[in-house]
């Protein structure tokens, strides 16, 4: 792929300039265009195969790019914001995301996508006026670190599932990958309840695929990241704002903002750590400790001996074990 003047910095591991005061000094602000072509190069060279494997496509499709800044330093060095795979119509997977940090060091824009070393330290380094607050600065740098323990253990997550504590009535569609079939099986459908999907730990919010519904995400502050995709009667509260475990996300729906299909109302909600799919197989989210089977769609939830497949009824939310 061509560069031209563009630089950018990979999670293969390119230093993102940790020595951030050895950077050069930007001599004009650099057009939109720019930066938005700059961050698509880093997406495909560093997430386009993960892309592939989560959208069930060939090794040599095509991806189509979303890159939305969303905050620009005053005197236009820094940009922070998110790009998305675009999800083709015909599969049913979640988008693949990454928030990232830009600066222009003088001879071009440097990139650095989350979950790597590079991005947690342009958190650390980015001035304030492009962050919500500090906090904000501290979760965006957590997304480099690993999320816990070993994957095969029962381990706690300090999740919640995505309702009202203590709410039964919910059911879920099996566990699955993120376009189904695609390992790891890092995603579960919820419907019923009342409908309205919660935030599974407190973090920040940010949005993807900008529209009246788009994807949501939140990023915990722990190392894990979760996904909210398909709702509708969206909260109206700021990209990038903190919200509390529970919070409002919206109602469970068909929506697909960033592409892709479904089929009957639900939350397509997601697991992730360092901008990686993480199986939930083994994890404790909601009280329940939940499994996969080798077949997608399949797999159940576990509580002192009770074992809820797919469309069994029902799911009660016990709220977010220790970790």
């Known amino acids: ?40 190069d880093a997406l495909m060279d560093a997430k ?18 979303l890159v939305e800044p969303k905050r620009t330093s005053a005197d236009g060095e820094w940009v922070f914001g998110g790009g998305v795979f675009l999800v083709p119509k015909d599969s049913h997977a979640s988008p693949v995301t990454s928030l990232f940090f830009a600066r222009d060091g003088g001879d071009g824009w440097q990139v650095a996508l989350k979950g790597t070393r590079e991005f947690a330290e342009a958190a650390r380094q980015a001035p304030g006026e492009i962050l919500i ?3 904000e600065r501290k979760a965006l740098a957590a997304t480099a670190k690993p999320a816990a323990r070993p994957y095969d253990q029962r381990e706690p997550t300090g999740l919640a599932l995505p309702w009202a504590q203590g709410q039964g009535d919910w059911r879920h569609w099996g ?3 993120n376009s189904g079939t695609s390992r790891p099986y890092n995603s ?25 519904t788009p994807l949501i995400e939140v990023e915990h502050g722990n190392g894990w990241t979760t996904g909210y995709y398909h709702t509708v009667e969206q909260t109206d509260v700021t990209d990038g704002a903190q919200v509390a475990a529970y919070d409002y996300i919206g109602r469970i729906g068909e929506q697909l903002p960033c592409g892709g299909s479904a089929n009957g109302d639900h939350v397509h909600w997601t697991l992730w750590s360092g901008g990686e799919p993480v ?14 089977e080798p ?10 001996g009770e074992q809820i497949y797919n469309s069994d009824c029902c799911l009660t939310n016990h709220g977010p074990s220790q970790q």
Do not use: N, P
Request: aromatic fraction near 12%; proline fraction near 0%; glycine fraction near 16%.
């Open 175 to 177: 566990v699955h990958g």
């Open 133 to 135: 607050d500090e906090g």
């Open 48 to 65: 386009a195969d993960q892309a592939r494997t989560a959208y069930g496509l060939s090794t040599e499709a095509g991806l189509e790019t």
């Open 295 to 304: 077949e997608a769609y399949k797999g159940w939830a576990e509580r002192d």
């Open 1 to 40: 792929m061509k560069r031209g003047k563009y630089r950018t910095l990979l999670a293969c591991g390119t230093v993102f300039a940790l020595a951030l005061t050895g950077w050069g000094a930007s001599v004009a602000l650099a057009d939109d265009a720019d930066v938005k072509k700059a961050v698509a």
């Open 188 to 212: 579960i459908d919820f419907y019923g309840g009342d409908g309205q999907v919660r935030a599974s730990a407190g973090g920040y919010l940010y949005r993807y695929c900008g529209t009246d």
């Open 279 to 292: 199986g939930v197989d083994g994890k404790d989210i909601g009280g329940w400790t939940w499994r996969e």
